[in-house]
């Protein structure tokens, strides 16, 4: 149950564009579509943002999206907005029937 | 409204126990997964524990296989955790959080309780 691989920090200036990564196994990511992503302002309970690699839940602005290719799935935000500055983290289910979070990227906006 | 509401999380010595609960109201909880996720201080999320909506089957993380048990009480809207034999480093914001219809996603998470394992 290795954690998914996320980079630690990513940046951006309000109203461009990131992308964030999540790199798993053919365990997890790669043969599952169920990779959720999860925004965390410091001092928050999660929030899910996407879900199923690509539905946004109600209430999450299209802004947010997935995707994924192989074993690596992507939350790409655009149009950078302060208030987006948070700590992200991704997940997937797994082969073992279990689930696993990557280690969280800070994201901060300029 | 959908409400999780975790309690019993405190300081303990290693090697004792700690029962966790989880009150869940506003959508019907016998029907929903429900999981436990936790977050040492400063560090990311980490998945504990799974039950289905019956109870019928519960699975866990490597890391606490064997010393962790999730329950729950479907009359009582009830989500349980108890856990036993505590190290150091199960010290952690202990998460309920509610499946999102078999997607292994939570779309609805309390708002942790705190447990502090040390001496």
């Known amino acids: 149950q290795s954690a998914l691989t996320q980079p630690p920090s990513v940046s951006g200036s309000p109203g461009q564009s990131v992308t964030i990564s999540c790199t798993g196994t053919s365990s997890d990511v790669g043969n599952y579509n169920r990779v959720s992503w999860y925004q965390q302002p410091p001092g928050t309970a999660p929030k899910l943002m996407i879900y199923?690699?690509?539905n946004r839940p109600s209430g999450v602005p299209d802004r947010f999206s997935g995707s994924k290719s192989g074993n690596t799935a992507f939350l790409t935000i655009s149009g950078l907005q302060a208030e987006d500055e948070a700590d992200y983290y991704c997940?997937?289910?797994?082969?073992?029937?279990?689930?696993?979070f990557g280690g969280g990227t800070k994201l901060t906006v300029l | 409204q959908v409400q999780l509401v975790e309690s019993g999380g405190g300081v303990v010595q290693p090697g004792g126990s700690l029962r966790l609960s989880c009150a869940a109201s506003?959508?019907?909880?016998?029907?929903?997964?429900m999981h436990w996720v936790r977050q040492a201080p400063g560090k990311g999320l980490e998945w504990v524990a799974c039950i289905q909506s019956d109870g019928s089957i519960k699975k866990y993380a490597d890391s606490v296989k064997g010393r962790f048990t999730i329950s729950r009480d479907n009359p009582k809207n009830t989500l349980n955790l108890q856990m036993n034999s505590l190290r150091p480093d199960d010290t952690a914001l202990y998460y309920c959080?509610?499946?999102?219809?078999?997607?292994?996603?939570?779309?609805?998470w309390g708002q942790g309780t705190l447990v502090t394992v040390s001496s």
């Open positions: 199923e690699v690509t």
């Open positions: 997940s997937s289910y797994t082969s073992s029937s279990t689930w696993v």
């Open positions: 959080a509610k499946d999102l219809r078999g997607s292994w996603a939570s779309d609805y």
């Open positions: 506003g959508f019907t909880f016998s029907t929903y997964a």
